[in-house]
């Protein structure tokens, strides 16, 4: 067990609609961060919080793609209007230790699976 | 910016073999953190290592083993022994600094006959 839940673990969706998904720490911790895994790929970096802050985003990230953490402890992630080539695998990590540290491995959830028809 | 490049797509071998997973990374930072992580197919990623660029020297953990090379840039890791259960997708990743985004590579999938 990682410490993250993440919810649902599977979304199918018609493209043109909104979708939300939710990461949830166990614990507290200052980061937060989200990436993408498609098919056969490795997971691609989206954006990440420190606190409620959203510090970094890729350009992966659409104006489409909106993602809060409005107390600093669970966050989501929202695509708008989605289209075929957002179905992946979006992941969730927070850093290993505790939660006023800032640990150099990350530590992911167990995705939600994304896909868009 | 950062890559880091897993040259195996896929590998194949017979239980109780030894493998060798490549990793080659670029980065222009003169510290920087890697790491190998491990995609069983039940999904989720399991952290397995991590590896200072200012320590070089190599680890080992069981059946599992790293070797740094910076000379190289090269972060490789090696299982003995295969067994059934090492069947997974296998990331190296990089970070720049602590609390830093990952860069992974593409993945090496192992798979691993009785």
């Known amino acids: 067990d990682t410490g993250v839940s993440q919810n649902p673990r599977h979304k199918i969706t018609k493209r043109g609609q909104n979708v939300t998904f939710r990461c949830d720490p166990i614990?507290?911790?200052?980061?937060l961060y989200w990436y993408r895994q498609t098919l056969g790929q490795g997971p691609e970096f989206l954006t990440y919080?420190?606190?409620?802050?959203?510090?970094?985003k890729s350009r992966l990230l659409s104006d489409r793609f909106s993602a809060e953490r409005p107390k600093g402890s669970f966050s989501t992630l929202e695509i708008q209007r989605t289209e075929q080539g957002d179905s992946a695998m979006y992941l969730c990590?927070?850093?290993?230790?505790?939660?006023?540290?800032?640990?150099?491995?990350?530590?992911f959830g167990p995705g939600t699976r994304l896909t868009v028809t | 910016a950062q890559k880091v490049t897993q040259a195996q797509t896929e590998i194949s071998v017979v239980e109780k073999e030894d493998v060798t997973l490549d990793c080659v990374y670029e980065?222009?930072?003169?510290?920087?953190?890697l790491f190998w992580y491990k995609q069983p197919p039940s999904g989720e990623l399991v952290f397995l290592i991590r590896?200072?660029?200012?320590?070089?020297q190599n680890e080992i953990s069981g059946r599992y083993s790293w070797n740094f090379q910076k000379s190289t840039s090269s972060f490789n890791f090696t299982i003995t022994a295969s067994q059934v259960v090492d069947s997974a997708v296998y990331f190296c990743?990089?970070?720049?600094?602590?609390?830093?985004?990952?860069?992974f590579g593409g993945g090496t999938r192992l798979m691993v006959k009785p």
């Open positions: 614990s507290e911790h200052n980061r």
């Open positions: 590896r200072n660029s200012f320590d070089e």
């Open positions: 990743a990089l970070s720049a600094d602590a609390g830093n985004m990952l860069t």
């Open positions: 990590a927070i850093p290993g230790g505790g939660a006023g540290s800032l640990s150099y491995e990350q530590y």
């Open positions: 919080f420190q606190n409620e802050a959203q510090l970094e």
């Open positions: 980065t222009r930072d003169t510290t920087y953190y």
